[in-house]
């Protein structure tokens, strides 16, 4: 299970990077980056699906 993110839905808001910063940063492009490649623990897994919640665009989706 991993992270992705649509960019052309993003509107580089930060809302991922600022209460997930574990799992996203922004890269020098301004866009924000997926961390981590693949969602290990339930935890991580758990904060992902959050991370879909705070997106103000609707540009993260978790896939198989
Ligand atoms: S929260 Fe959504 S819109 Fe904001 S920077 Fe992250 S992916 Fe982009």
Redesign the pocket.
Known sequence: MKVV?DRE?????????YNHPWL?SFGEDD??EVLVSELATEQQRKEARQ?IQ???????SVIE
């Open positions: 993110i839905r993003c509107m580089m808001s930060g809302e991922c990077c996203f866009f924000p991370s705070v997106c103000p665009s609707g540009a993260i």
